[in-house]
């Protein structure tokens, strides 16, 4: 059975760094590309960044460039999300996702996690 938890949001300061975990289990991070998402109540679910099978980075939004990073460790099947330079439009609840590829589209993600809040205030 394939699961994702998040991990590691919490509340920041503008300019803080935060990362984020998403711990993968019943199966293994060389089969599956894992995307990070994030949602604000009343918006459309945002991809942010996605690592695929072969460890190639797809970035979804450019607001994030330069400032967070996507990484993997198949050792302990475990999937970062670094963020820095974190700005108060970052807030949100940050998902992480498995499947074949890194889709454009959230819709093709068959597993999700719970999400982890990320609030970035003063």
């Known amino acids: 059975q394939v699961q994702l938890v998040e991990s590691g949001g919490e509340l920041v300061q503008p300019g803080g760094s935060l990362r984020l975990s998403c711990a993968a289990s019943g199966f293994t991070l060389d089969h599956y590309a894992i995307a990070w998402f994030r949602q604000v109540p009343g918006k459309e679910r945002e991809g942010v960044l996605c690592?695929?099978?072969?460890?190639?980075?797809?970035y979804y939004t450019d607001s994030v460039k330069g400032r967070f990073t996507i990484s993997k460790d198949n050792a302990k099947n475990m999937v970062y999300l670094q963020m820095n330079s974190l700005e108060p439009e970052d807030s949100a609840r940050y998902y992480c996702a498995a499947d074949a590829r890194c889709y454009s589209d959230y819709d093709h993600f068959g597993s999700w996690g719970q999400g982890t809040q990320v609030t970035v205030s003063a």
């Open positions: 690592i695929s099978r072969s460890d190639r980075t797809t």
